[in-house]
């Protein structure tokens, strides 16, 4: 109890109520869930980046492009440097 009074109460009352917080989390400990299969692996070589054609096209993270309120909304602009360490060093 001392630890959970040492938490600061959030300047806004939540929008959910206790009810609605007990329901999910029923729904949530159910186990009526539906098994998603595994995603494939997929098989790609930096060479294969380096040829493809739709991998030349140079993408502009400016104010003015397409996808720049996607970007500042997820909070990453620097999405590229993110990505290499998904990449194998084989």
Known sequence: ???????????????????QLKKEAEILQKDEGTKCTELPVINMSINDIESNKLFQKAIAGDENSAISELIKKLNNSDWVKKGLDYIPTQ
């Not at 009074?5 to 109520?17: F, G, N, R, Y």
Request: a positive charge; charged letters at 15%; aromatic letters at 0%.
């Open 1 to 19: 109890m001392s630890h959970l009074l040492k938490i600061a109460k959030p300047p806004t009352q939540p929008a959910e109520s206790i009810n």
